[in-house]
């Protein structure tokens, strides 16, 4: 893949497209990091210094272009460009020289000298360059032996030091005809060594012909026969061996294949239990079927996990006359989703039940608190998170409060539904936070609210393997609204069964409905 990324920004650089190259190098730099490979890190560098050198060299109307993509301006732009460069390629020379890799370190070297000498820093080049010469020519490299005396005779020339200069265009001049003459070399090399082996070729094919004719000739009608019949003998003899050892090689092959099945179903028994196990704590945070009829009354849980386990999950608090209710999104599903879907519903809990604390935004704000206090405690930078819509309904005051964080509410009443829209922010780390809104709802009789996670309009299916998305959602929503809370469960669990069909499920799916 880094190859691949790193062809692209080649094939960008060469066309004069400099940010585009720049941002896939930057791709391979990343790949790079992630597995920490010091060869893929040392080649994203190199290139990006030498995009960036290759800047200054660019035609005016490209130039402009560049340095307004990159938001640079000002007598700056030329000196802030090579210092980038000039960064990048001493970056990579260091992770170059941890290689080893001869061939590019001496490109890495040579690259350097060329941005030292666009800053007309022309000392620091020629020891760079003779650096690079030196290394190119201990290890037979005639390509960057070449391009380092270019770069000596280049610098020598600007700092009018004429003798070294005119010395070391000679030098470049007597490789580059070193080349040439090898490469013709070894051009005729190669066609001498084809027309040997064809000349050859022929005459061991006349050979066998002659052969062959004097041959049959000469044989008669007996000896025909008994080699045919000697033949025959001796090619069913081979072919029994080589049933026989067949008949061995896959009689051991068959007990190491049993082995290994014993030892792969072995391992995912132990798995499989480990997750079983993980679905029991999960199913533990879970409210009770009976709890949710007993406060929710005519209600639905459309609850459908990717995996055993899953990251959303549902939760509900009973504090007085108030039903604490939400459907939440944590990162990830499976195993890790599980985990992080534990924490998170500890935290809505703690600030709920402990901290009593009973309106939803505040009830988010806190639960960020609470978490990001728990991942800062780790050594690892944690993200984890999740999104939600949180709802308080007030049996007493008959009024429903809701704060979402990227999750929002959807209320239907009298054949309308209206979308109470959420804060743009999740519930974990986030750069530019601020606290979360809180709406108050007047709940009428026979009006219906929905929350739901992602996972339903997010499932790819149908015709052409695209998404469900929120507006038939929406519409699915409205259509069944009237119909028992139950009904509506199965209707919704059918549209998207049927919608996905024989492809993968790729997200866990919570919703709550909610008629009062």
């Not at 070391?168 to 090399?189: A, Y």
């Not at 050859?200 to 049959?216: D, F, G, H, T, W």
């Not at 459907?327 to 600030?351: F, I, R, Y």
Request: glycine share 6%.
């Amino acid at each position: 893949m880094a190859i691949a990324i790193n062809n692209i920004g080649d094939v960008y650089s060469n066309q004069g497209n400099y940010p585009a190259a720049a941002d896939y190098y930057l791709k391979e730099l990343q790949l790079g990091e992630g597995v920490f490979n010091e060869e893929l890190m040392a080649e994203a560098y190199e290139c990006l210094g030498n995009t960036y050198s290759s800047v200054v060299s660019a035609t005016p109307d490209s130039l402009d272009w560049i340095w307004n993509k990159w938001f640079l301006t000002g007598p700056i732009k030329k000196s802030v460009i090579l210092d980038t460069a000039l960064r990048y390629q001493q970056i990579a020379l260091e992770y170059y020289k941890s290689t080893n890799i001869n061939y590019d370190l001496s490109s890495c070297l040579n690259g350097i000298g060329k941005t030292l000498q666009l800053q007309s820093k022309y000392k620091k080049a020629i020891s760079t360059y003779t650096w690079a010469f030196e290394l190119a020519a201990s290890n037979g490299l005639l390509e960057k032996e070449k391009y380092a005396a270019l770069g000596l005779y280049e610098s020598y020339k600007a700092i009018e030091e004429f003798e070294e200069s005119l010395q070391w265009l000679e030098i470049s001049s007597n490789i580059k005809d070193t080349i040439f003459s090898s490469d013709r070399q070894m051009e005729v090399g190669r066609l001498e060594s084809r027309y040997q082996f064809e000349l050859k070729e022929a005459a061991m094919i006349l050979e066998q012909e002659k052969e062959r004719a004097v041959a049959i000739s000469e044989k008669k009608i007996q000896q025909t026969i008994i080699w045919s019949v000697s033949g025959g003998f001796l090619l069913l003899l081979a072919f029994s061996v080589f049933i026989f050892n067949r008949f061995r090689i896959t009689q051991r092959q068959k007990k190491i294949i049993t082995w290994q099945k014993e030892v792969v179903d072995e391992k995912n028994k132990e798995i499989t239990d480990s997750i079983q196990y993980a679905k029991r704590i999960q199913s533990a945070i879970l409210p009770a079927p009976k709890l949710v009829r007993q406060y929710l009354e005519d209600s639905f849980i459309l609850y459908k996990p990717k995996d055993i386990v899953a990251g959303d999950f549902y939760w509900i608090e009973i504090v007085e006359d108030k039903v604490f209710f939400t459907s939440a999104d944590c990162t990830g599903h499976g195993v890790p989703g599980a985990m992080v879907s534990v924490m998170c519903s500890n935290a809505l809990s703690k600030a709920v039940k402990e901290l009593g604390i009973h309106q939803p935004a505040k009830i988010l704000d806190k639960t960020v608190e609470i978490l990001e206090e728990r991942f800062a405690k780790s050594e690892e930078e944690v993200k984890d998170g999740m999104d939600l819509a949180l709802c308080c309904l007030n049996l007493k005051t008959k009024k429903l409060d809701y704060a979402g964080a990227n999750n929002p509410l959807y209320c239907i009443t009298r054949g309308e539904l209206k979308e109470i829209k959420p804060d743009k922010q999740p519930i974990g780390r986030y750069d530019d936070r601020q606290p979360y809104n809180n709406h108050t709802l007047d709940i009428k009789t026979g009006d219906c609210y929905y929350i739901f996670t992602d996972g339903f309009a997010d499932q790819f299916g149908g015709p052409k393997g695209k998404k469900f998305k929120y507006k038939p959602f929406k519409q699915l929503l409205l259509d069944n609204h009237d119909k028992p809370m139950d009904e509506q469960k199965q209707l919704l669990d059918k549209a998207i069964e049927d919608w996905r069909g024989q492809l993968e499920q790729v997200d866990d799916i919570c919703i709550i409905g909610l008629r009062i």
